[in-house]
């Protein structure tokens, strides 16, 4: 079963067109997860963000000034994995914030297919928003045929019944060594599954407090080489010639919301956002004016790394998602180094 799009690798640029001042939150709000997958370093529980007054005041703040708001995603644990995640709906605010989004974002394994009942409370609120639903694959599992069977199963029912109300990627976890062989069948299942083309990268390990900064430095330069790949594979089979699209931090943020406090994600070409717990990438309230306080603020940290960056054709890249922000924090170097 393969995706039935003309062309399946330019989802989000057919409803939108290249980045142009768009937004995308990531509200931490979802608990208790019975899945054990590798790399997966999300907190289970105690992800209690609950300030949506705070969050729905920015989004309409945003909105105010020119932003159209993409993507709200649920996060970090299985959507369909503990039903009193449906509880959120009975928060107006929260109600709110969704309906100022196209799309609701929500990750689940799809092991043990999916609920309803989830799709029925969000399509009675909100009849037009699609779902984006990334299908978290099991790296322990990619060369059990019986794991492919049922995954591509479930997505072949997930679309039979929502159709273009739901749109499939997959995604893994990343911070750790990828194999060969393990590459070329997620790129497979890339090529025949994903509506976009692409997999989603998780840096879970980034968002864990018990991971020491040296380890996260090195789970992130190993996650570099598996973003290289698959950013190469994006390139080789999308209708796009660039090798980076134009998100950056000012055009297309990407807000976090754990604990009450409210973080912007700035950018690994080619093209993923990356949490980074440090207070130059805090907003101090809800409102647009800090985060453009917290934009111009991260400005400071915001330099070339040596003087070959000055002549790079890359440079507007690196600036603009502010790369060099947090090639510094974690000792990165050049992204086009081969890690």
Known sequence: MGITRDNPY??????????????????FVLNECSMDC???????????????????????????????????????TDMFDNTDNYK????????DIIGLFNFVGIATTLEHG????????????????????????????????NYQGLIRNNITKLKAQYGERVVINLA???????????????????MELSEDGIIELNFTFLYN?????????????????TLTYFKDQYKSHNSYTQEFNKRSLLTKPSFVFAHDDIYCNPIVPFDEYVYVKDDVFKLEGSTYDDF??????????????DKTCETCENLEYCMAKYYFAIAKKFDLGCFMNKF
């Open 38 to 76: 590798k790399g997966c370093f999300y907190t289970k529980n105690k992800n209690d963000f609950n300030n949506f007054d705070g969050a729905l005041n920015l989004a309409k703040d945003l909105v105010s000034n020119g932003y159209r708001m993409e993507t709200c995603y649920l996060l970090p």
């Open 209 to 225: 407090d018990d991971i020491s900064f040296d380890n996260k430095k090195k789970m992130l330069k190993q996650s570099m080489s």
């Open 114 to 145: 999916y609920d309803e009942k989830f799709f029925d409370i969000l399509y009675d609120l909100y009849p037009q928003h699609t779902v984006e639903i990334q299908v978290n694959l099991s790296i322990k599992r990619l060369f059990d045929i």
């Open 172 to 190: 893994i976890n990343i911070g750790f060594k990828i194999a060969d062989e393990e590459l070329a069948v997620l790129k497979d299942m890339m």
């Open 292 to 305: 453009i306080t917290c934009y111009c603020n991260a400005s400071v940290i915001n330099s070339i790394i």
């Open 88 to 95: 959120l709906f009975n928060n107006k605010s929260f109600k």
């Open 10 to 27: 330019s989802t989000a640029y057919d409803y939108y067109g290249d980045p142009s001042k768009l937004a995308e939150y990531r509200l």
